[in-house]
């Protein structure tokens, strides 16, 4: 599943995935990557300078990460242009949540905040079941 959002000309989507050969369950290591892609549907020119996530673990662990760019690039978006690129968490249980956002300057020094939209991290076989209650907190 997409998830995306478009905030002042930038549109970011996230498409979250489990990735078995990195997980070990039996040792409570679920990873997840997930793919995302932002495309400057603006007229003006955009660089991506930090990011900011929110990684929620149904285990009750939370955690914060902040940084420049992502994978360490600080992309320049054209109008119609977009980046896209991959990363991945590790949680101690099967279900998660991720939200967050970008900052960016367009070339007049104004900065502005691109939230990313809270995106589940499941495994697969927790498709379907009911939603832990504090992974709606």
Avoid at 115 to 137: Q, S, T
């Amino acid at each position: 599943m997409d998830y995306e959002q478009t905030t002042e000309g930038i549109r970011v989507s996230v498409r979250p995935s489990f990735s078995f050969p990195h997980s070990k369950p039996e040792e409570g290591r679920f990873v997840f990557t997930y793919l995302v892609e932002m495309e400057n549907q603006s007229e003006e020119v955009a660089q991506l300078l930090f990011r900011h996530w929110h990684i929620h673990d149904s285990q009750g662990e939370d955690s914060e990460v902040d940084g420049e760019g992502v994978v360490g690039e600080q992309p320049t978006l054209a109008p119609g242009k977009s980046h896209v690129y991959e990363s991945f968490c590790v949680l101690r249980s099967p279900v998660g949540f991720m939200e967050g956002h970008f900052t960016f300057v367009r070339p007049t020094g104004e900065e502005f905040r691109v939230p990313v939209p809270r995106f589940e991290l499941r495994a697969p076989w927790m498709v379907g079941k009911a939603p832990e209650a504090d992974l709606m907190n």
